[in-house]
């Protein structure tokens, strides 16, 4: 009976389609809106942009932005391919909320003279450009593209909007 059962079972594996889909081992990869879903990924963008103004991107390490943040040097590369990956989503992130800021202030102006509604969007542009939430600008300040790299980088995220909203 023992011989038996034996048999039937490699019986049954042998029959087994040959080409029946595997699946993939491992835990499946997130969709990008999923990769925030109670990681630390907004935590590493933060002190990242605060260490690229601080001290600049090449004196900042992807070690360094670990440290800052609690990690172990190589955490953030769970979140992000490469030093300049996270670049990119500091000066994409930047842009966001940059466009946010002036958008709110042009809806609140609607009714306002025209020379208000230019010194209120003035202001709000220093505001980004030197306010307390404006760790991403460095990053596009004045020769910061001068480098192939860096303005690689800038086309890079460029590109990468111009994808996620067309």
Known sequence: MGADLGADVSAGLATAPPDSPR????RPRKTWEQRDDGNRRQELIRSAARLFRARGLSATSTRDIAAAVG???????????????????????????????????????????????????IRTHFDILLGADSDFIPVCAPGAAASAGRAELVGAVVRRRKRRFA
């Open 23 to 26: 699946r993939p081992r491992g």
């Open 71 to 121: 990690m172990q040097s190589g955490s953030p590369f769970y979140h992000f391919k490469s030093k300049n990956a996270l670049l990119c989503e500091v000066m994409e992130q930047g842009m966001h909320s940059a466009i946010a800021r002036q958008a709110a202030t042009l809806q609140a102006l609607r009714a306002a003279e025209p020379q208000a509604a230019l010194a209120a969007l």
